[in-house]
């Protein structure tokens, strides 16, 4: 009989018959490692612990203590809720339940569950785990699978295509529950702790908008009740901080769905801030030597299929028909900026050329997959692209990277950096693929940037530096990108003169400060639970008469601080009321005047932390704002120490 040879995480091997399962390995191990074994992760794939070995791979064994057991528990806690379902609703028809980050889905459909209906399932739920079944797998012969789901389309797809080449089949039992599965599961339904329903959204099955609509159920589970507490209180406080409620009670932004989904509609108050971040980010830009530029919405698509992007993107693209030409929306801003460049002859001596442009782009994302401004269909890129030669790469690349990080300090954001490698669809050949990815990371080894490599989630066209955020709900989100691309430039044929007077290929780099102003608008709200600085706000100050014959006094104010955004409150209320609703509006500073006030000349200030302090000289005040609006502070502090 053959062997495999088997790597443990400390380096050890083993050498073990082909065809030994995970569970095999591990009782080889020991005795009380082969008993506390609930799954495997092979080559970095979590599998049942019955999954045979027919090859050398690297392997961790899954126990109770590991941090994949969650996962495993929770692909248990799937299992839970189906059979849960089906027990409240013995029409409902299941389709697929995987496992997330954070918990777990099920997509069902022939059933019309609403919020409601979570709680008596999720009563159910807790009994079947009350219940402490045995989770067992059972190997089915495809035809008695085929009989089994002879009413079930959905997992007749599956066998027909993930589980194609098995027989018998993998299920996994618990009571009277069964479900077509390849595992892993934890031993019985009793070791879910804490298990919760958390929402009904839709979905289409296999994600594709042409197949049929689903409900999708989220849930999530934990080996303890303590650990979901924990996990639920997190979750509602983060779900005060979501930019969607946020974006409502301050009229930021909006999406009609009269209009499409996935388009934004900024309202008054949202373009303020936009503009704020154009205005920085353009200062940026022109400060370290870029020329800004402007592209069209809509090209030939000649001209996606010379940059790659057809092929590539063609599935996600918005295509249209005029004069029966093809044309389409432009999914990214680059072929439109090699174009320009490719307008003029170039000498070395006039690289690097950097544009810049905030470049609407439209991106045709699966319906279920939208979410406020974090997945839409249309959505800026404050976008960049560089032309350099080959011995610039270095030096613009860290020139790039410093710029990003000056950015982030200035919002004081936190963030994960990712270096990304080629992915399976791409363009260009090995030997670039290899150049550009060695000299990415070259810059952040260089520059002692932790980062954690992300294989094949390269763009097509080039490796890329990612810095991401994490948004109220715990998930990650790209933000800031450097992207090399030794491809482009070859399929454009951009040339620019050398000292040996021949032509030779420019590299090009992709970069974004923000990323996207959708996506990074969604992490500031959220990040600042929408109490922007001073800077960005919407409304910085607003002036809160005391009674109605205070207003032309207030409108003296006004006028003095003319070059920050004010408003007065004239609206017939009490005071009390007017300072509650400008907390509740978020407003960073708010000017209370009534006869005492106006007699002597002065203001009262109060903050949004619910400082106060009275008898201050406006000039005062209008200085510390400037100071404050121009340094970008992140906090207000006029009234800090004071």
Same mark, same amino acid.
């Given at each position: ?44 794939? /979590? ?19 590991s941090d994949e057991y969650v996962d495993v528990l929770r692909h248990s806690a799937a299992h839970v809720f189906a059979q849960a379902l089906q027990r409240e609703f013995p029409e409902a028809t299941l389709?697929? %339940? ?50 089994? $789901? ?73 080996? &303890?009740? #303590?650990? /979901? ?17 946020? %974006? ?13 989904? %996935? ?15 154009? #205005?920085?980010? =353009? ?43 093809? $044309? ?49 269909? =249309?959505? &800026? ?8 030669? !080959? ?65 094949? @989630? ?25 992207? /090399? ?9 951009? +040339?620019?003169?050398?000292? @040996?007077?021949?032509?030779?290929? !420019?590299?090009?780099?992709?970069? =974004?400060? *923000?990323?996207? *102003? ?40 006004? #006028? ?15 005071? %009390? ?11 960073? $500073? ?43 502070? +992140? ?8």
């Amino acid at each position: 009989m053959s062997t495999v040879t088997v790597t443990l995480p400390d380096g050890s091997t083993l050498e073990m018959d082909a065809g030994s399962t995970v569970e095999d390995v591990a009782y080889e191990i020991g005795p009380g490692l082969g008993d506390d074994t609930v799954a495997g992760v092979v080559d970095g794939e /979590l599998v049942d612990k019955h999954t045979p070995i027919e090859e050398d791979v690297e392997l961790v064994i899954v126990t109770p203590s590991s941090d994949e057991y969650v996962d495993v528990l929770r692909h248990s806690a799937a299992h839970v809720f189906a059979q849960a379902l089906q027990r409240e609703f013995p029409e409902a028809t299941l389709t697929i %339940g995987p496992w997330t980050d954070d918990g777990f889905y099920y997509d069902i459909t022939g059933v019309d569950l609403d919020e409601d209906d979570l709680e008596d399932i999720e009563a159910e739920a807790e009994a079947i785990v009350e219940e402490d079944y045995d989770i067992e797998r059972e190997l089915v012969d495809r035809e008695e699978a085929f009989e089994r $789901y002879e009413d079930n389309p959905f997992k007749q797809d599956i066998l027909e295509t993930e589980a194609a080449d098995e027989d018998p089949v993998s299920f996994y039992t618990q009571g009277e529950f069964y479900d077509l599965c390849q595992g892993p599961h934890v031993e019985s339904t009793g070791e879910i702790g804490g298990f919760a329903l958390l929402e009904i959204s839709a979905a289409f099955w296999r994600g594709d908008e042409d197949n049929e609509t689903l409900t999708r159920v989220y849930g999530t589970a934990f080996p &303890t009740q #303590d650990e /979901l507490d924990e996990y639920l209180e997190r979750r509602r406080k983060a779900q005060e901080r979501d930019h969607r409620k946020i %974006g409502q009670e301050m009229d930021l932004f909006s999406i009609d769905d009269t209009t499409g989904p %996935g388009l934004p509609l900024y309202e008054p108050n949202g373009k303020k801030i936009l503009n704020e971040l154009s #205005d920085y980010v =353009a200062q940026l830009n022109r400060d370290a030597g870029y020329d800004e530029i402007e592209t069209p919405h809509v090209f030939r698509t000649e001209l996606w299929k010379k940059s790659g992007h057809y092929d590539n993107y063609v599935d996600d693209m918005f295509l249209l028909d005029v004069n029966d030409e093809e $044309y389409g929306l432009k999914p990214m801003n680059c072929p439109g900026h090699a174009t320009i460049f490719d307008q003029k002859s170039w000498s070395y001596r006039d690289l690097p050329v950097r544009y810049f442009e905030d470049g609407k782009v439209y991106r045709k994302e699966q319906r279920g997959e939208l979410s406020g401004l974090s997945r839409t269909w =249309a959505f &800026t890129i404050d976008d960049g692209h560089l032309f350099v030669r !080959p011995d610039q790469i270095e030096q613009e690349v860290l020139a790039t990277v410093d710029i990003i990080l000056d950015t982030l300090d200035t919002f004081n954001l936190d963030y994960t950096v990712q270096f990304a490698t080629r992915p399976e669809k791409s363009v260009g050949g090995d030997e670039i693929w290899e150049k550009a990815e060695n000299q990415l990371a070259s810059v952040l080894d260089e520059q002692d940037i932790d980062y954690v490599v992300e294989e094949g @989630d390269g763009a097509f066209y080039g490796p890329k530096i990612d810095f991401a955020f994490e948004d109220a709900l715990g998930r990650n989100w790209d933000g800031p990108t450097v992207q /090399l691309d030794f491809n482009m430039p070859e399929r454009f044929d951009l +040339t620019y003169t050398g000292e @040996d007077n021949e032509d030779h290929r !420019p590299v090009m780099i992709h970069r =974004a400060l *923000y990323g996207s *102003y959708e996506r990074f608008f969604m992490v500031l709200t959220e990040h600042y639970n929408g109490k922007f600085p001073p800077w960005l706000a919407p409304e910085q100050v607003r002036i809160l008469p005391v009674s109605d014959d205070n207003i032309p006094y207030c409108e003296e104010l006004q #006028d003095e601080l003319g070059e920050f955004r004010v408003e007065i409150e004239d609206r017939s209320w009490t005071v %009390g009321r007017k300072i509650q609703q400008a907390h509740d509006d978020r407003v960073p $500073y708010m000017l209370i005047i009534g006869d005492d006030e106006e007699d002597a000349g002065d203001i009262s200030v109060r903050d949004r932390k619910e400082r106060e302090e009275k008898e201050v000289d406006l000039a005062e005040f209008r200085d510390h704002l400037e100071t404050e609006v121009e340094q970008q502070r +992140t906090a207000v502090t006029f009234l800090a120490g004071r």
